[in-house]
Nanobody, 123 residues
């Protein structure tokens, strides 16, 4: 059974940094794409970044390019999201997700989800 467990959220001032972690277990993820999504109150869930497990190819939404970096550690079966220069508009619950196959920016195409971790950026 696949499990994704996020950690690392918290409260930070604008301009600060956080690193989110997603510990994955239950199978090998060689053919999978891992992703971070976020959902702010009253808004739809939106993709933040994706990474293919085997090759490490990444994609980012435009608003986080140059500020966020997604990476994976195959030895630890963990995916990270390094978030720098945080802005109040980055405030949301951040979710880790996994899907078999290439990247997708659509939440419905992901098979597995973590429980989410809250990120709050104060101005």
């Amino acid at each position: 059974q696949v499990q994704l467990v996020e950690s690392g959220g918290g409260l930070v001032q604008a301009g600060g940094s956080l690193r989110l972690s997603c510990a994955a277990s239950g199978r090998t993820f060689g053919g999978y794409t891992m992703a971070w999504f976020r959902q702010a109150p009253g808004k739809e869930r939106e993709f933040v970044a994706t990474i293919t497990w085997r090759v490490g190819t990444t994609t980012y939404r435009d608003s986080v390019k140059g500020r966020f970096a997604i990476s994976r550690d195959s030895a630890k079966n963990t995916v990270y999201l390094q978030m720098n220069s945080l802005k109040p508009e980055d405030t949301a619950v951040y979710y880790c997700a996994a899907r078999l196959g290439g990247y997708s920016w659509f939440p419905a195409s992901y098979d597995y989800w973590g429980q989410g971790t809250q990120v709050t950026v104060s101005s």
